[in-house]
């Protein structure tokens, strides 16, 4: 279905098909080689990206004259060594076109040829229409029947009156002769004598791409035999049923109804909205998104897609590589005597492949006492840096291998989830010289994974205990030193992220909650537009929402945006007192409300976000996921029936290193994970939630989601041209000036300190 097709129309001169291929072809009919304007020819074809033909189909009547013209054509055709197949197509029982009826019938012909013809091309092909042969009304029809169902160009070829005998043959010995002379390169005398142009393009209407009663425009409905090739298929008009021509009359006299119509049926059948200017896509494009299947080929096209992350924890967002680089840069800062010191407390370590269970413990126990709130980083900066890359990965990720239902399979429980971050966060962030790589490392990861905007989540009175103001103040210099856009700033560079911080209370330290959320608002005072709102985490068996109420008195007073974490494999009693009494804009995972109808309803009504993060709740709390047998006994995951009842719902990374993740690669596994997966339309649908529930000023808000529309637009036919021509790539998007180049330095052994002291 995809090939090269040029359609003429055909009458009593079958010699214009000579003259249009010889044009388009030269490969197979160098007609012009001598033409005077040979290079102006040959310029004109390229300007229009002109290919030749595959086949060459034709329609004509069954007329005498069509049979003599139909003679001459098959007799050069062998001359030529049928170079590709030759279809025809005849009207059967019509001659001159003389009458109404006759006429019908060839424009239902010409119509029915046309429509076939632009699905055998649709897919990478290009349909050409040649106007010159047979009577006007063929012509006529022939141009409509492109402007309808679309043509890459209608050609035609123009000639002085009257033409040269031997390329308009009137006596039979000219006839005879005809065939080889237009078999071959013409004289330069008669070359000169025609002039092949363009007649116009044709853009395939959109209303066509309506069903109506359930009738659709194509082949299926309205059949056309496929003529063998060489042979003449003689088509009688079908005497029963609409013909094509009456209803392709009714959509057009119907055009001012029918989109609005298409619409509004499009509307009542979602339960999200999708971004505003993809239903200006013409029908045909919305069904395509509509009926093909999200998979793993359309990964570079997520993560070109301007996206925004809502649930993104400062401690778990970094990889290995970006770990150790936060790594060299603690540990380039401290004196020689230090990092002996710092080795000399890692031997057991460094020296074994399997660490016991409490190694983490071990680190933060040899911190106890110590006057330097740095002392555990510069503990694990050691560690990244001198431990092995398979050291690390098997203590880190190994240990708790499969990664699949952590909270009640495996021994250790949620710990299990936790124990890839067990060296970032806050064993590296309380040390001054990780902040600015720390930053970097970030917006580069941003930048790469295609986030315009990005909701990080911390804990300041854990990175900095004596001043968590103060690391909100800091982090938020660092990141715009690394090339974010952390304020609302209309000249932010091209690329740019928008980062902000939200807060992280944990609902395990309730003496402290409300010291923390004065902090919080101190915060948010030094900085508003860093600072973007509160989020409460932790077991969620500790403490109730509802108990922990009145310690947010003042983020209330003070207008504060609340995500909570709710609902993760807990009792969904904990997501309506999340919503009911700490007023809860966003809940974090939220997923146990899939058996709460009723609470759904209402959050659906108040408009609550659900921040869904597919690797981390398949991890967490076990969802059954394709890509993981042992998951193959696990429920499946809620997304299909969040959708379904209307919530606002915004996929999120959760923890990327830990998850090994993506924000692409988490729209993936939501395709994988929820049942009948999700189609294109679908997950340009859940982009867009992320940002209409972004914790920032509604007229910041705004902006930001118009130009992110405008670029999801821009985004879309590159994704479209490649599902109809599926052996093209699609370009790099910019990917270039969307990711930043992180050079890693190799870690430094203990002989290489050693040999330096």
Same mark, same amino acid.
């Given at each position: 279905?995809?090939?090269?097709?040029?359609?003429?129309?055909?009458?009593?001169?079958?010699?214009?098909?000579?003259?249009?291929?010889?044009?388009?072809?030269?490969?197979?009919?160098?007609?012009?080689?001598?033409?005077?304007?040979?290079?102006?020819?040959?310029?004109?074809?390229?300007?229009?990206?002109?290919?030749?033909?595959?086949?060459?189909?034709?329609?004509?009547?069954?007329?005498?004259?069509?049979?003599?013209?139909?003679?001459?054509?098959?007799?050069?055709?062998?001359?030529?060594?049928?170079?590709?197949?030759?279809?025809?197509?005849?009207?059967?029982?019509?001659?001159?076109?003389?009458?109404?009826?006759?006429?019908?019938?060839?424009?239902?012909?010409?119509?029915?040829?046309?429509?076939?013809?632009?699905?055998?091309?649709?897919?990478?092909?290009?349909?050409?229409?040649?106007?010159?042969?047979?009577?006007?009304?063929?012509?006529?029809?022939?141009?409509?029947?492109?402007?309808?169902?679309?043509?890459?160009?209608?050609?035609?070829?123009?000639?002085?009156?009257?033409?040269?005998?031997?390329?308009?043959?009137?006596?039979?010995?000219?006839?005879?002769?005809?065939?080889?002379?237009?078999?071959?390169?013409?004289?330069?005398?008669?070359?000169?004598?025609?002039?092949?142009?363009?007649a116009g393009t044709g853009q395939r209407n959109e209303l066509l791409d309506i069903a109506i009663d359930g009738q659709r425009i194509d082949s299926a409905s309205f059949p056309l035999p496929l003529a063998m090739p060489g042979q003449t298929q003689a088509w009688p008009l079908p005497e029963a049923g609409d013909t094509l021509q009456r209803?392709?009359?009714?959509?057009?006299?119907?055009?001012?109804?029918?989109?609005?119509?298409?619409?509004?049926?499009?509307?009542?059948?979602?339960?999200?909205?999708?971004?505003?200017?993809?239903?200006?896509?013409?029908?045909?494009?919305?069904?395509?998104?509509?009926?093909?299947?999200?998979?793993?080929?359309?990964?570079?096209?997520?993560?070109?897609?301007?996206?925004?992350?809502?649930?993104?924890?400062?401690?778990?967002?970094?990889?290995?590589?970006?770990?150790?680089?936060?790594?060299?840069?603690?540990?380039?800062?401290?004196?020689?005597?230090?990092?002996?010191?710092?080795?000399?407390?890692?031997?057991?370590?460094?020296?074994?492949?399997?660490?016991?269970?409490?190694?983490?413990?071990?680190?933060?126990?040899?911190?106890?006492?110590?006057?330097?709130?740095?002392?555990?980083?510069?503990?694990?900066?050691?560690?990244?840096?001198?431990?092995?890359?398979?050291?690390?990965?098997?203590?880190?990720?190994?240990?708790?291998?499969?990664?699949?239902?952590?909270?009640?399979?495996?021994?250790?429980?949620?710990?299990?989830?936790?124990?890839?971050?067990?060296?970032?966060?806050?064993?590296?962030?309380?040390?001054?010289?990780?902040?600015?790589?720390?930053?970097?490392?970030?917006?580069?990861?941003?930048?790469?994974?295609?986030?315009?905007?990005?909701?990080?989540?911390?804990?300041?009175?854990?990175?900095?205990?004596?001043?968590?103001?103060?690391?909100?103040?800091?982090?938020?210099?660092?990141?715009?030193?690394?090339?974010?856009?952390?304020?609302?700033?209309?000249?932010?560079?091209?690329?740019?992220?928008?980062?902000?911080?939200?807060?992280?209370?944990?609902?395990?330290?309730?003496?402290?909650?409300?010291?923390?959320?004065?902090?919080?608002?101190?915060?948010?005072?030094?900085?508003?537009?860093?600072?973007?709102?509160?989020?409460?985490?932790?077991?969620? @068996?500790? *403490?109730?929402? #509802?108990? %922990? $109420?009145?310690?947010?008195?003042?983020?209330?007073?003070?207008? /504060? +945006?609340? !995500?909570?974490?709710?609902?993760?494999?807990?009792?969904?009693?904990?997501?309506?007192?999340?919503?009911?009494?700490?007023?809860?804009?966003?809940?974090?995972?939220?997923?146990?409300?899939?058996?709460?109808?009723?609470?759904?309803?209402?959050?659906?009504?108040?408009?609550?976000?659900?921040?869904?993060?597919?690797?981390?709740?398949?991890?967490?709390?076990?969802?059954?996921?394709?890509?993981?047998?042992?998951?193959?006994?696990?429920?499946?995951?809620?997304?299909?029936?969040?959708?379904?009842?209307?919530?606002?719902?915004?996929?999120?990374?959760?923890?990327?290193?830990?998850?090994?993740?993506?924000?692409?690669?988490?729209?993936?596994?939501?395709?994988?994970?929820?049942?009948? @997966?999700? *189609?294109?339309? #679908?997950? %340009? $649908?859940?982009?867009?939630?992320?940002?209409?529930?972004?914790? /920032? +000023?509604? !007229?910041?808000?705004?902006?930001?989601?118009?130009?992110?529309?405008?670029?999801?637009?821009?985004?879309?036919?590159?994704?479209?041209?490649?599902?109809?021509?599926?052996?093209?790539?699609?370009?790099?998007?910019?990917?270039?000036?969307?990711?930043?180049?992180?050079?890693?330095?190799?870690?430094?052994?203990?002989?290489?300190?050693?040999?330096?002291?």
């Amino acid at each position: 279905m995809n090939k090269n097709i040029l359609l003429c129309t055909l009458g009593a001169s079958w010699a214009v098909i000579p003259e249009i291929l010889g044009w388009l072809a030269p490969g197979v009919l160098d007609l012009y080689a001598h033409h005077p304007q040979r290079a102006a020819l040959d310029a004109l074809r390229q300007q229009h990206q002109l290919k030749a033909p595959d086949e060459l189909w034709v329609c004509t009547t069954q007329g005498a004259q069509t049979q003599a013209s139909l003679a001459g054509l098959q007799a050069w055709w062998q001359l030529l060594g049928a170079p590709m197949p030759l279809r025809i197509w005849a009207a059967a029982g019509t001659d001159q076109l003389a009458s109404q009826p006759e006429c019908d019938h060839m424009r239902e012909l010409i119509l029915r040829t046309t429509l076939l013809a632009a699905e055998h091309s649709q897919h990478g092909g290009q349909l050409v229409l040649s106007l010159a042969g047979g009577r006007k009304t063929m012509s006529a029809d022939l141009q409509s029947a492109g402007s309808l169902f679309g043509a890459h160009a209608w050609l035609h070829v123009v000639s002085p009156e009257p033409s040269p005998a031997p390329l308009f043959a009137r006596t039979p010995d000219e006839k005879a002769q005809q065939p080889a002379l237009m078999a071959q390169a013409l004289a330069a005398d008669l070359a000169v004598c025609i002039t092949p142009l363009i007649a116009g393009t044709g853009q395939r209407n959109e209303l066509l791409d309506i069903a109506i009663d359930g009738q659709r425009i194509d082949s299926a409905s309205f059949p056309l035999p496929l003529a063998m090739p060489g042979q003449t298929q003689a088509w009688p008009l079908p005497e029963a049923g609409d013909t094509l021509q009456r209803e392709l009359m009714r959509r057009q006299t119907q055009s001012s109804q029918l989109m609005g119509n298409f619409l509004a049926q499009l509307a009542q059948t979602e339960h999200h909205d999708n971004w505003r200017s993809l239903y200006r896509l013409a029908p045909a494009h919305i069904d395509t998104l509509r009926h093909t299947a999200l998979g793993p080929a359309h990964l570079e096209w997520l993560t070109a897609l301007p996206k925004a992350d809502l649930h993104r924890h400062l401690g778990g967002c970094l990889d290995l590589t970006a770990q150790r680089e936060v790594a060299r840069c603690i540990w380039t800062s401290l004196r020689h005597e230090i990092r002996l010191q710092r080795l000399q407390s890692l031997p057991e370590l460094l020296s074994k492949q399997e660490w016991p269970w409490d190694w983490p413990q071990t680190l933060k126990s040899q911190h106890r006492g110590a006057i330097r709130t740095e002392f555990r980083a510069e503990l694990c900066a050691a560690l990244l840096l001198h431990a092995s890359t398979a050291q690390l990965q098997h203590n880190l990720y190994g240990v708790t291998e499969p990664r699949i239902a952590l909270k009640t399979r495996h021994e250790r429980g949620f710990a299990a989830f936790e124990r890839p971050g067990e060296l970032s966060g806050s064993a590296l962030l309380a040390h001054p010289a990780a902040l600015a790589p720390y930053a970097q490392a970030i917006v580069a990861q941003a930048r790469a994974e295609g986030l315009a905007y990005l909701e990080l989540r911390g804990s300041p009175q854990k990175y900095r205990p004596l001043d968590p103001v103060g690391f909100v103040r800091d982090l938020q210099t660092a990141l715009a030193q690394a090339g974010a856009q952390v304020t609302a700033t209309p000249a932010a560079s091209p690329g740019a992220p928008r980062i902000g911080l939200i807060w992280i209370l944990d609902r395990r330290e309730p003496k402290t909650l409300a010291k923390t959320v004065q902090q919080a608002v101190v915060a948010k005072g030094i900085s508003p537009d860093f600072m973007l709102g509160l989020d409460l985490a932790g077991d969620e @068996g500790t *403490s109730a929402p #509802e108990a %922990l $109420a009145q310690h947010f008195t003042l983020a209330f007073a003070n207008c /504060l +945006p609340l !995500t909570i974490h709710a609902g993760e494999g807990e009792a969904a009693q904990n997501i309506w007192q999340a919503a009911y009494h700490l007023h809860a804009d966003r809940i974090g995972h939220g997923l146990s409300l899939a058996d709460q109808p009723q609470l759904a309803s209402r959050f659906r009504e108040r408009r609550i976000c659900l921040e869904l993060c597919p690797s981390s709740n398949r991890e967490v709390v076990g969802y059954a996921d394709p890509a993981y047998p042992e998951s193959a006994d696990l429920p499946a995951y809620p997304l299909r029936q969040f959708l379904q009842m209307g919530l606002p719902l915004a996929l999120c990374t959760d923890n990327p290193a830990i998850s090994r993740t993506t924000l692409a690669a988490e729209f993936l596994a939501a395709a994988r994970m929820t049942e009948g @997966g999700l *189609s294109l339309w #679908e997950s %340009l $649908a859940l982009m867009r939630p992320a940002f209409v529930h972004a914790f /920032l +000023p509604s !007229t910041e808000r705004e902006a930001l989601l118009k130009r992110v529309d405008a670029q999801v637009f821009a985004l879309v036919p590159l994704l479209l041209e490649s599902l109809r021509d599926p052996a093209a790539r699609l370009p790099q998007l910019r990917l270039a000036q969307l990711s930043i180049a992180r050079h890693v330095p190799p870690g430094i052994s203990l002989a290489d300190e050693q040999t330096k002291h």
